[in-house]
């Protein structure tokens, strides 16, 4: 299942505390990136954060409603980062030899004396 606010808050129930480590199992993501997601929804108070007597951090639902879909179109809008291009090599290396000559001097040249 996709990680969006919709389906994160689809998920929880209203005045149930839940295990930001739980919730991240879930959904397949990492706990870092649902505690993000989870502190932007408390920040618009759909969730609330809660700091338990053992020193662990739940969350709980709080409203009833879904943010607007303008929240999802933001969602869409992001997009994982990837190279811009796939080199293939193929064939003999050329000038292999110049260009680690060249890295070579640079080196020597910032090496302490």
């Known amino acids: ?12 129930r209203i005045g149930r505390d ?3 480590t739980y919730l991240a199992q879930q959904f397949d993501v990492t706990t870092a990136i649902l505690r993000d997601t989870l502190c ?13 007597a053992d020193g662990k951090i739940a969350f709980r ?3 009833n409603e879904l943010p607007g879909r303008a929240d999802d179109r933001i969602e869409q809008m ?6 811009p291009v796939t080199r293939h090599v193929t064939g003999m290396l050329s000038g292999y030899g110049a260009s ?6 640079l080196a020597l040249l910032t090496r302490r004396a």
Not at 1 to 12: A, H, I
Not at 42 to 51: S, W
């Open 40 to 52: 932007a929804l408390a920040q618009e108070g759909f969730v609330k954060m809660i700091n338990r």
């Open 61 to 63: 639902r709080v409203k």
């Open 78 to 83: 992001l997009s994982t980062a990837t190279f």
């Open 18 to 20: 839940y295990n930001p």
């Open 100 to 105: 680690l000559a060249s890295v070579r001097d």
């Open 1 to 12: 299942m996709r990680l969006t606010r919709v389906t994160l808050l689809g998920r929880m």
